[in-house]
Every structure is written in C-alpha cells, then in structure tokens.
Antibody
Framework: QVQLVESGGGVVQPGGSLRLSCAASGFTFSSYGMHWVRQAPGKGLEWVAF????????YYADSVKGRFTISRDISKNTLYLQMNSLRAEDTAVYYC??????????????WGQGTLVTVSS | QSALTQPPSVSGSPGQSVTISCTGT?????????VSWYQQPPGTAPKLMIYEVSNRPSGVPDRFSGSKSGNTASLTISGLQAEDEADYYCSSYTSSSTFEVVFGGGTKLTVL
C-alpha cells in the first residue's frame, strides 16, 4: 500500500533553514508527480510546491518562490523540500502528497501524516 | 483569503443529507472538471473523497457525491454518520498562472 512518511520538521529561528524529507513506498515513485502542501495552525490547506515525475519541472506558490526548493531522489524514493529564509508565517504542518495519475499533476490522492515546522525566536 | 469560497460550517443530524458548496471562477472551477474534495478529521491528514467533480476513489462510500454547475462545485453527504464529522476542503486545478493548485478555506461539518 502507498505510504508517505515526512520527517525533518522542528523549531527554527527566523531567517534559518530546514530540509524536509518524504519517504515514499508502495508505488513506482519515479512515475508520479509529487506535491508539498502546508497547513498553518488552525488554518486551511495551502499548496506549496510541485515536482513532475521526471524532476525537471518544478512549480512554487508565490509565497515561497525564491526561498523554497523542491527536489526528489529516485534512488532513495524520497521527496525533499529545502526551506531557506524562513519566516514566522511559514509555521505549519507540511504534508507531502502524491498525484493520482502516472505522469500527471492533479489531483492529489495519498498524503503523508505531516511534519510540523515552527519558526520562532 | 482562499482562492475558492466555502461556507465556514454546516451541520446535520444523523441520517440527514448536507451539501457543501465551493465557489471559484472561470479560471478554475468553471473551466475544468478537475475539482476534488478532501476530508480531514481533527489531527489527521487530508483524505481524497471526490475527484474530477464526481468520481469516488476506491473505498469511499457512495454516500459521498459531487457535482458542478458553472463556477460552483458541491459535495453532498447523504445518510450522515457521526464519523463524517470533519473539515472538508475543495480544490481545483487553475489556469490563472503557470501551475497552481488552489484550495477552499474549508468547511467544518458537525454531526448533531
């Protein structure tokens, strides 16, 4: 069965960096696009970034463009989110999610359990 | 402010039906049959309940149904059960930028 397990969250000071990981199993990781979506405490869902199955095309929300980088390591079946210049408003639970269709981008079907990032001094 | 507009809350008694609306624009809901609905019970990850307006993934009860008219999509839950109590989010593909996924602000469903 599909499993997505995020890790790497924690407390970081404003301006700091953090790298999130998402370990994937139960499907052919190299064939599916992958997303990061975040949820601030008590708030709704916000799409963050998407990487196509081949890894060559990456897209970002305006709120993180230039600060966050999405990447994937096919050999490790792992998705990453490098977060730099973190701000208080980046505080959220970060979920990785898989696209439903092979070679597709939308919708998102399976989601991980999330990892909490807290940006605070 | 979310790109898609949902009512903050809805409620219903067990056995009743409720409908949650999701209003977008001609750049998203109105132009594409790529509306999805997610269920999120407290403290858990979102779960895909409906995709492409009205399709149910395997394992989702047929009590859940989706529809669309113009720029507004709807999720209807019939035969409400206590376990349906959760936050529900709509989502759509959008052509407003190079690539973007938009979500609604979420609707809290309370089963009375």
């Amino acid at each position: 069965q599909v499993q997505l397990v995020e890790s790497g969250g924690g407390v970081v000071q404003p301006g700091g960096s953090l790298r999130l990981s998402c370990a994937a199993s139960g499907f052919t990781f190299s064939s599916y696009g992958m997303h990061w979506v975040r949820q601030a405490p008590g708030k709704g869902l916000e799409w963050v970034a998407f990487i196509r199955y081949g890894g060559s095309n990456k897209y970002y929300a305006d709120s993180v463009k230039g600060r966050f980088t999405i990447s994937r390591d096919i050999s490790k079946n792992t998705l990453y989110l490098q977060m730099n210049s973190l701000r208080a408003e980046d505080t959220a639970v970060y979920y990785c999610a898989k696209a439903l269709y092979e070679s597709g981008s939308y919708p998102l079907d399976y989601w991980g359990q999330g990892t909490l990032v807290t940006v605070s001094s | 402010q979310s790109a898609l507009t949902q009512p903050p809350s809805v409620s219903g008694s067990p056995g009743q039906s409720v409908t949650i609306s999701c209003t977008g624009t001609s750049s998203d809901v109105g132009s594409y049959n790529r509306v999805s609905w997610y269920q999120q019970p407290p403290g858990t990850a979102p779960k895909l309940m409906i995709y492409e307006v009205s399709n149910r993934p395997s394992g989702v009860p047929d009590r859940f149904s989706g529809s669309k008219s113009g720029n507004t999509a709807s999720l209807t839950i019939s035969g409400l059960q206590a376990e349906d109590e959760a936050d529900y989010y709509c989502s759509s593909y959008t052509s407003s930028s190079t690539f973007e996924v938009v979500f609604g602000g979420g609707t809290k469903l309370t089963v009375l």
